[in-house]
C-alpha cells in the first residue's frame, strides 16, 4: 500500500535541507548583487544585455542557489547587496515592534533567507543575525498564544500576516490543541500494538507451539 508524501522540514540556521521543498523554493529567491569580474557567457542571465558576456559593475538579481556557487570572497566574482528588509531602516522598524510587520508579504521566508545571508561576507551580519533572532523571540509568544486561543476561529487575517516558518508553528499549536480537545473529549485513537510487534508475538507462539 502506497503511503501519503511526508513533508521533509527546512534546514536550521544556515544550513539547507535540499530534500525540503520549503528550502527549495527559498533557493529560487531574488538577490541583488554586482559583479566585480566579467562572467563568460553566462550573458542570458541579463535581459537588458546583448553581450555574450556580463561586464563588471553590472547590477543583476539573481536565484540564491546562484549566488552562493558564484560567490568567491578570494576571486571577488560578486558583490552581494542587502534586500532592503534586511537593511538597517528595516531593522529599526523590527526593534521597534516585530508583530506589526507583514512578514509575509516582505519576504515569505524572512527567517531561512536572512540566515543565508550571512554566508556572504558583510560588516552588518552581526546586526542581521540579532535583528532576526529578536523579531522571532518578539512574534514567538503571539503566534503560539493565537493558535491555543483560536480553536474553531477564522485565523485567515492573522496567518497570512506569519512566514513560512512561523505558519509551520502556528499550526503545529493548533494541531497540538486539537489533540488535546480530543482527548479530554475521549475521542482519542486507541493506542495499538505496531505490526512489528504483532508479528514478533505470532513468531514467538509459533516457535513454542512448535
Known sequence: MSEGYCPVPPGLGREENLLSLEDVLMSQEKLPCRTESSLLRLGF????????????????????????????????????????????????????????????????HYYGFGSQLLHFESPENPEIARTILQ?????????????????????????????????????????????????EKGQASQITASRLVQSYRKRKFTDIVG
Open 45 to 108: 542571465l541579463e535581459k537588458s544585455g546583448d553581450s555574450e558576456n556580463i561586464p563588471p559593475g553590472t547590477k543583476m538579481e539573481l536565484p540564491l542557489w546562484l549566488v552562493k556557487g558564484l560567490y568567491d570572497q578570494k576571486r571577488r566574482v560578486l558583490l552581494v547587496e542587502l534586500p532592503k528588509i534586511y537593511r538597517e531602516g528595516w531593522r529599526t522598524v523590527f526593534n521597534a515592534d516585530a508583530n506589526v510587520v507583514d512578514l509575509h508579504k516582505l519576504g515569505p
Open 135 to 183: 523579531t522571532f523571540v518578539g512574534r514567538f509568544r503571539r503566534i503560539m498564544d493565537s493558535s491555543q486561543n483560536a480553536y474553531n476561529e477564522d485565523t485567515s487575517a492573522l496567518v497570512a500576516k506569519l512566514d513560512e516558518l512561523e505558519r509551520s508553528l502556528f499550526r503545529a499549536g493548533q494541531k497540538g490543541l486539537n489533540d488535546f480537545q480530543c482527548w
